[in-house]
């Protein structure tokens, strides 16, 4: 069975500001996705962090554990959790682009308040643009 985990934190640092450090994380997450059948998409907006990530339970338990120990993050809240049907991301680790222009759509400017029905809505405007 898969399961769809959506979680918000807040980066420390350079984390998500610079294109260097973006590239490195997403060049290490691709990496490590691939090799736990786990796809995901992030995005980056003023220093808030949002990811959402598919795959099977034991695997996403043991990534939410890694980043819960990431000192690149702080406050990870879980904004949902739940099994799926089949999968809404098909890379393993997708970057949202424009993610300014995403939450405008949503009347949103910023992620330290996004819920987990406005991520959801987030990651249905990403897959349809």
Do not use: W
């Not at 992030?42 to 980043?67: N, P, S, Y």
């Not at 799926?84 to 400017?109: F, V």
């Not at 996004?114 to 897959?127: C, F, N, P, S, W």
């Amino acid at each position: 069975m898969l399961h769809r985990v959506i979680y918000a934190s807040e980066a420390v640092g350079a984390t998500g500001a610079s294109t260097l450090s973006i590239a490195q994380i997403l060049g290490v997450s691709e990496r490590n996705n691939r090799r736990d059948h786990l796809t995901s998409c992030v995005m980056f907006h003023q220093g808030h962090v949002l990811q959402a990530i598919e795959g099977g339970r034991t695997d996403l338990d043991r990534l939410i554990r890694r980043l819960l120990d990431d000192p690149r993050h702080t406050g990870l809240r879980i904004l949902g959790d739940a099994p799926i049907n089949a999968r809404r991301i098909d890379e393993p680790m997708g970057l949202c682009a424009d993610p300014a222009a995403l939450l405008d759509r949503l009347g949103l400017n910023c992620l330290s308040r996004v819920t987990g029905v406005e991520a959801e809505v987030l990651l249905d405007i990403r897959k349809a643009a």
